[in-house]
């Protein structure tokens, strides 16, 4: 099934990036996400856009955000370039998801719905090796030493961006901007609305069920 379109939305703690690696795994497609698209195609030549900078490098060096023409360009360029996917952090916004529909078409459209208090829970009780990068947390996911990484003994720490007050400036970030694009696929034949309450074993089942139904 290594052509299987798959666009995954939801707030910050929902768990895309745990299910976007499960689906990529399973059904042998591609996971492409903002960030790893940007990576792996820093040094792409955009002086045909009138920007500020010839490069998405330039732009992640200076620490300014890479404008949306780019990011379109990238994960445009992403998605051409792989059989399957499944698309993990994009469209950010309604403009995105107007260049989304010019791109590709989608085979089905995973939301994941978590409530805000659990969504501020999981992301102030996340704790992040200092070494390795591994995540845990305080109550669901704890290390068998406390403050302790399992995989590599490095020290757990709380991210900056963790903090309550970080984590409901980022919700409310999402509610502004990405919100209204789950919205505009609400109701669509190939959009699924997925409880991410749940334990990740029976949201994979759920998600698993919606990808095999509809690809």
Same mark, same amino acid.
């Given at each position: 099934?290594? %052509?299987?379109? &798959?666009? =995954?939305l939801?707030?910050?703690? $929902?768990g ?15 996971? +492409?996400?903002?960030? #790893? ?6 040094d792409?030549? =955009?002086? #045909?856009?009138?920007?500020? !900078?010839d490069?998405?490098?330039? !732009?992640m ?8 023409? +780019?990011?379109?360009? =990238? +994960?445009e360029?992403?998605?051409?370039s792989a059989?399957? !996917?499944?698309?993990?952090? !994009? ?9 989304? $529909? ?6 089905? =459209?995973l ?9 501020v829970?999981?992301l102030?009780?996340?704790? &992040?090796? #200092? ?6 947390? &305080?109550?669901?996911d704890?290390?068998?030493?406390e ?14 961006? %963790? ?7 980022r ?31 029976? &949201?994979?089942?759920?998600?698993e ?7």
């Amino acid at each position: 099934m290594a %052509d299987a379109h &798959v666009l =995954i939305l939801g707030p910050p703690g $929902a768990g895309k990036g745990t299910q976007s690696s499960r689906i990529a795994d399973q059904f042998d497609v591609e996971h +492409v996400t903002t960030g #790893d698209a940007l990576r792996s195609n820093k040094d792409m030549d =955009i002086s #045909d856009m009138d920007t500020e !900078y010839d490069t998405p490098r330039e !732009y992640m060096e200076a620490g300014d955000l890479v404008p949306d023409a +780019v990011v379109n360009a =990238i +994960v445009e360029e992403a998605l051409q370039s792989a059989d399957g !996917y499944v698309l993990d952090g !994009y469209p950010r916004n309604m403009d995105q998801a107007k260049e989304l $529909a010019d791109m590709t078409d989608l085979d089905v =459209i995973l939301s994941l719905e978590v409530s805000r208090d659990e969504l501020v829970d999981r992301l102030t009780g996340r704790r &992040v090796c #200092d070494d390795c990068g591994t995540n845990y947390h &305080v109550e669901f996911d704890q290390p068998e030493e406390e403050g302790v990484c399992d995989e590599c003994g490095g020290e757990l720490i709380q991210r900056d961006d %963790d903090n309550e007050e970080s984590v409901n400036n980022r919700l409310d970030v999402f509610e502004d901007n990405t919100a209204p694009v789950i919205d505009h696929y609400r109701g669509r034949e190939d959009f699924v609305e997925i409880d991410g309450e749940q334990t990740p074993d029976e &949201v994979w089942a759920a998600i698993e069920a919606a990808i095999d139904e509809r690809v």
